[in-house]
């Protein structure tokens, strides 16, 4: 209410959500789509609840290019609000949390022109991989953790920098319009 223009497409949204029963949504989390997924627009976050219609709107995706997967709740997933993720041994995200660093996900546009919700996904896809790439190596050497931690952080930063300008590109070769 204090900031409508900030806050007010983000609330409808979730007001939109709401109008299809939660029953519908948990059947749907757990016994047909357990991917979570990217919903834009009231229509699109109406669809991510229903079950079959859901699968028709692209995977949000988390930093590293991997798409999230709901794997399972405390008790009975039909019953349950609590949902949890195993633990994926993944070397870049113990460090990013170890020095406290932690890049924001690619903006919806290029040069200026917005990308569909399709192309977000795939930029996101190679964005995500290339960094993961570029990172492993370098984590891997056994010299990463005697360096200072201001000396990591611009690493990571530089090579999710690199692995956008990758991806921009990349989409570019893809889509020149």
Not at 18 to 40: E, G, I
Not at 108 to 133: C, F, H, M, W
Not at 160 to 174: C, H, L, P, S, V
């Amino acid at each position: 209410i204090q900031d409508p223009q900030r806050y007010g497409e983000q609330y409808i949204r979730r007001f939109a959500g709401s109008l299809v029963p939660a029953l519908f949504n948990k059947v749907n989390q757990t016994y047909f789509d357990p991917v979570v997924r990217d919903a834009r627009t009231m229509l699109d976050t109406i669809k991510a609840r229903l079950p079959y219609f859901s699968q028709s709107l692209p995977p949000r995706r988390n930093i590293f290019g991997d798409v999230i997967v709901r794997e399972g709740a405390l008790g009975p997933d039909i019953l349950s609000t609590v949902f949890m993720s195993t633990d994926k041994e993944n070397p870049i995200a113990k460090e990013m949390v170890k020095l406290d660093y932690f890049p924001s996900m690619p903006q919806r546009e290029i040069n200026g022109n917005p990308l569909s919700p399709e192309q977000y996904d795939q930029y996101t896809e190679i964005a995500g991989k290339r960094a993961v790439k570029l990172l492993e190596k370098k984590i891997a050497v056994p010299a990463w953790a005697k360096r200072q931690p201001d000396d990591n952080i611009k690493v990571i930063k530089n090579a999710f920098e690199d692995a956008r300008d990758y991806a921009r590109a990349e989409m570019k070769r893809r889509y020149p319009e």
